[in-house]
């Protein structure tokens, strides 16, 4: 019998906050962000960073501008006591930049943290250990004022190293593990123990940092949860109140947010969301929510290819193409709909300026250092309004829209055959070989036009191998070769459709003409010549378009 029963699990009736003010704020300030990469993130690594890769990430947490950064725990093995040693003797961390590291509650373990911290100018020192009631039951088997024991003997064995190591400027930090599973009131009085113990009121905050270990409510419960704390907890002033959410429903993000909401100062995540199961926080898309709705979030997140790379590279996981802000689809649309809009949104952005708004672009791509070529890509579910885009933006040619409806069928027929992705270059070739590419016996070789009363005469020769010359004249320049090749051609098709474009200098060609003919029975054809200057460009689309709707031999 299959075990998939949801009664195996209790319905919760969580924590509620009758009078809470979270929710009419918003955010308005970054918190003080804290990385917990090579700590927690290393720690949920199938193969962890050895020191090379741990010092390579830290590099690109400094320059991305994280001010703290929990380095490791440094009690737990040589080589976590090493990195820690290395980054301290080598000079590698920078004057504003604090390293914290973690230890669980025990002498010889905080004995040895410190002396991995021997001759950092600062440091935070972060202690924990579990104060939920399943833990205090099922693990630790005692009770709360037994578990509060446990924090304020931390509590006294790290005040009493900092005074043994004067030389660094210390800050306390106290996580009372799986906060969001505790009775609030429990959390508030060992806090309240430690904070005794720690006394901030004569220097230094300590730093109360309260995770959701394992997320198991929505996040609007965990913020009730913060909000509470914040207004027990006595001495707030000398506390910064930090959060630690993990991402077991996928709400991480959103519960930090509504904690800062709450009112915490500070927020501890890693980067991508890497950390134990489903991951922490992910500060990479707190951040840049905070960016894309105009806040500084002291961070800088220009150089978001290389800090996914740096990230893979170091962790050894890759990065969801859907992933927010970062993933590599995030800003490319495919269909037709979305392409149409992000065209004329990105026009009317580039005309009037002002606030960023274009539909579907939450933010400008560039920012992060990405291209534009990526926002608009073209499948099978790509329509008209995407090629047109493309073709704009990569061959600085305009598509009349005409030619727009016949060209996007072969597109698609071709998207559909391959089952795949059309690049730019390959729609080039589609359109080149339907369009472009003229039939050799119609390819203009030469041309002399002369305006005599009031008319264009014109003299051009056609054809790769063999050669013909078409005389006539015209009130224009497409009359006058008309009428030329009418000599030679029976029932000569009607000119139905015509567009001429100056290219954009840098392109190989001048200029470009579409041409479409329409013979009696209805039968279209339709061609595009390009030219050093416009007269070659129209010949040679007129000659192409009625070349391709006529058998060679139809030239007498
Ligand atoms: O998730 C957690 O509770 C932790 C603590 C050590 C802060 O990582
Ligand atoms: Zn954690």
Request: glycine residues 8%; charged residues 25%; aromatic residues 10%.
């Amino acid at each position: 019998m299959s075990l998939y029963d949801h009664r195996r699990y209790a319905q919760s009736f969580p924590f509620r906050k009758k009078d809470r003010r979270w929710p009419d704020r918003s955010i308005t300030i970054a918190p003080v962000w804290a990385s917990v990469d090579l700590r927690d993130g290393n720690q949920a690594l199938v193969s962890p960073m050895d020191s090379q890769r741990k010092l390579r990430l830290f590099e690109l947490l400094v320059r991305m501008g994280f001010k703290e950064i929990e380095v490791g725990f440094p009690a737990a093995s040589t080589t976590e006591f090493q990195f820690v040693r290395s980054l301290i003797e080598e000079g590698h961390i920078p004057e504003d930049v604090t390293i914290q590291v973690l230890s669980q509650v025990r002498e010889d373990l905080i004995v040895r943290t410190f002396e991995a911290l021997r001759g950092a100018r600062q440091a935070i020192i972060h202690i924990y250990n579990s104060v939920n009631p399943v833990q205090r039951e099922q693990v630790f088997r005692l009770d709360r004022k037994g578990v509060r024991k446990i924090a304020e003997n931390g509590a006294r064995m790290v005040f009493h190293q900092a005074s043994l190591h004067p030389d660094t400027a210390w800050t306390f930090e106290y996580s009372p593990e799986s906060y969001s599973d505790t009775e609030p009131e429990f959390a508030v009085e060992v806090c309240s123990a430690v904070q005794e113990i720690w006394k901030p009121e004569t220097g230094q905050k300590v730093i109360f940092n309260l995770p959701a270990t394992v997320e198991k409510t929505t996040p609007n419960v965990f913020a009730d949860q913060i909000e509470w704390f914040l207004d027990h907890l006595p001495g707030r002033e000398h506390v910064t109140v930090s959060v630690h959410t993990h991402n077991d429903r996928g709400s991480a993000v959103a519960a930090a947010e509504l904690a800062v909401m709450a009112g915490v100062d500070r927020v501890e995540g890693t980067l991508f969301g890497n950390g134990e199961r489903t991951g922490n926080m992910d500060i990479l898309t707190m951040a840049m929510n905070l960016y894309s709705s105009g806040v500084d979030p002291c961070l800088d997140l220009s150089f978001s290819r290389e800090i996914s790379d740096i990230y893979t590279e170091c962790t050894g996981l890759p990065v969801s193409p859907r992933h927010p802000w970062f993933g590599e689809l995030v800003y490319t649309a495919f269909s037709g709909s979305h392409q149409d809009a992000i065209r004329k949104g990105m026009a009317s952005y580039r005309k009037k300026g002002g606030f960023w708004s274009v539909p579907y672009l939450p933010i400008d791509p560039e920012d992060l250092g990405r291209q534009y070529d990526e926002v608009v890509r073209i499948n099978s579910q790509s329509g008209k309004s995407g090629l047109a885009y493309v073709f704009e933006r990569d061959h600085g040619i305009f598509l009349p829209p005409w030619l727009l409806p016949e060209f996007s069928g072969h597109v698609q027929t071709e998207s559909e055959k391959t089952g795949s992705e059309i690049s730019s270059s390959r729609l080039l070739d589609i359109f080149r070989t339907r369009y472009l590419d003229t039939p050799p016996e119609w390819i203009l070789q030469g041309y002399e036009v002369e305006s005599r009363e009031k008319h264009i005469h014109l003299q051009a020769t056609v054809g790769k191998l063999e050669k013909r010359t078409f005389e006539g004249k015209g009130n224009g320049i497409v009359e006058a070769l008309r009428n030329a090749l009418s000599k030679h051609i029976s029932r000569l098709p009607e000119i139905d459709q015509f567009t001429e474009q100056a290219l954009s200098s840098g392109t190989r060609a001048r200029a470009i003409c579409f041409v479409r003919t329409k013979s009696t029975d209805g039968t279209c054809f339709s061609a595009a010549g390009e030219g050093e200057d416009s007269a070659e460009a129209i010949l040679q689309a007129v000659l192409s378009a009625v070349g391709r709707g006529s058998h060679p031999e139809a030239l007498s």
